[in-house]
């Protein structure tokens, strides 16, 4: 007799977790907001000891900073930061992209392009908090398969560090409709297996974000 494998329940602390990264993407919590843990505990039915494991996590992954005096605040990004952060992904994806090529499966294929679907109907519709799942699980579902776990985890850092940027990038119908098309783009390069053509596709894909980034950062500095 088959057995499914069962889904094991949350702890608290991984639901505190997942509801401060919601509310950090969605913009509930904007970049530079404070974390009013007494609030919060309250508001997620807690005691705030599971709260400051979940935010001891999220500072790690630099979605966070903890403040002497002012406690934890949701973490803002310089230009520069950003800049930092996709150079890097560059550096990663790129080698996780011609590594995952050759290796990618049917199925493999089949999850991208379902991911892929799912971003473009998050995009008509306008959700932007469920295109950004979606997109992340599309860009994950090539990394994943490079076999690469250390790679892996290095990026999953370097993407929550701009999660919240992301969901901004969004927001505008021009920007999604830009997304379609490059993911469109990247799915057939997979298919076709070209790695070269692959790795450009993704630093154009990247390049496009930051250009939008360069132009919205620097418009919320001049508002400070």
């Known amino acids: 007799m088959e057995i499914e494998a069962a889904t094991p329940p949350q702890t608290t602390q ?6 401060l990264r919601r509310a950090i993407l969605t913009g509930a919590l904007p970049p530079g907001s404070p974390i009013r843990q007494d609030a919060l505990a309250e508001r997620f039915g807690v005691s705030r000891v599971p709260l400051r494991e979940a935010l001891k996590i999220l500072e790690g992954n630099g979605q966070v900073i903890y403040r002497p005096r ?4 949701v973490a803002e990004l310089s230009f520069d930061d950003l800049l930092e952060v996709y150079r890097l992904r ?30 473009v109907a ?9 295109m950004a799942t979606a997109n992340r699980r599309f860009h994950f ?4 398969a490079c076999g690469m ?16 940027y992301r969901t901004l990038y969004y ?16 799915v057939r390069a997979v298919r076709a297996r070209d790695a070269d053509l692959l790795v ?8 496009g974000t930051v250009a939008t980034f360069r132009g919205f950062l620097g418009e919320q500095k001049q508002e400070t």
């Open 122 to 130: 998050a995009g008509k519709q306008g959700d932007v908090t469920a």
């Open 141 to 144: 579902t090539l990394i994943d």
């Open 171 to 186: 927001s505008e119908a021009t920007n999604r409709d830009r997304v379609e098309r490059e993911h469109d783009g990247i």
């Open 149 to 164: 776990p250390r790679l892996r985890r290095f990026l999953g850092i370097l993407w929550d560090a701009t999660d919240v």
């Open 90 to 119: 560059e550096l990663l994806e790129s080698e996780a992209a011609r590594q995952a090529v050759g290796r990618m499966g049917e199925d493999d294929v089949r999850r991208l392009a379902e991911a892929h679907e799912d971003v």
């Open 200 to 207: 450009r596709l993704l630093d154009e894909h990247r390049a």
């Open 14 to 19: 991984q639901y505190v977790l997942a509801r």
């Open 70 to 73: 002012r406690g934890y605040v």
